[in-house]
């Protein structure tokens, strides 16, 4: 069964402190995403990346930045926490070619900065 | 930037009832998939639905279906004999030329016993 698993379902972490969070995906997909889901706003797109060492920004970049090293791991990283990163985060991946293909999602990490 | 709108936040129905649930999209491109994604209390986002913009016949999963009218630009979707297990977050996406896909902002739908 495909996966895309990521490494925390829940983080609380402090005000300044910096945040990783890690997905994995086992599809030899080449895209990888990373959304923030806020209630009455919907999914918004902060990173994506269409290869390896490849990033680009989506809607909300601000405050966050991202890392892909090997094509199977796309890392968010918040460089210093703030309370309004506090939020749900969900990591997705596809294929590049197949326009038949669909996003598949992780399990979502829900973290609260204090 | 391609916009998706779901213009009803919150949707109930009684169970073994049929809902459908609106959604919106502006776009100058021809080709194009739109999605509808679920969303159930643990959290999991499970594709629904798939439509094809170039396909004229609408998609059907079993009790599911879509109301795709291209040239008015919206795509929503009829759930039959609707079920408890249908509660949950459904958000209506977009994917075009590109490689991002754009989402709307969720419909909650409630299935009353």
């Known amino acids: 069964d495909v996966k895309v698993t990521q490494s925390s379902r829940y983080l609380v972490k402090r005000t300044g402190e910096k945040v990783f969070l890690e997905c994995v995906q086992d599809?030899?997909?080449?895209?990888m995403f990373w959304y923030r889901q806020d209630p009455g706003l919907g999914l918004r797109l902060i990173y994506f990346s269409y290869d390896v060492k490849m990033k680009e920004k989506g809607d909300i970049p601000e405050g966050y930045s991202v890392s892909r090293e090997k094509k199977e791991r796309f890392s968010l990283i918040l460089e210093s926490a703030s309370t309004n990163q506090t939020s749900m985060y969900l990591c997705?991946?596809?294929?590049?070619?197949?326009?038949?293909?669909?996003?598949?999602f992780g399990s979502g990490t829900q973290l609260s900065v204090l | 930037a391609q916009t998706v709108t779901q213009s009803q936040p919150e949707m109930s129905v009684q169970e073994a009832e049929t809902v459908t649930l609106s959604c919106t999209y502006d776009?100058?491109?021809?080709?194009?998939?739109l999605f509808w994604y679920k969303q159930p209390p643990s959290r999991q986002m499970i594709l629904v639905i798939r439509q094809e913009a170039y396909k004229q016949q609408n998609a059907t999963e079993n009790r599911f279906s879509v109301n795709f009218q291209k040239a008015a630009k919206s795509f929503s979707l009829k759930i039959s004999d609707s079920q408890l297990g249908d509660t949950a977050m459904y958000f209506c996406?977009?994917?075009?030329?590109?490689?991002?896909?754009?989402f709307g902002t969720g419909t909650s739908l409630t299935v009353i016993p």
């Open positions: 996406a977009f994917w075009g030329t590109g490689n991002q896909f754009y």
């Open positions: 997705a991946s596809s294929s590049l070619t197949g326009r038949d293909e669909k996003l598949f």
């Open positions: 776009t100058s491109e021809s080709n194009y998939y």
């Open positions: 599809m030899d997909h080449e895209n």
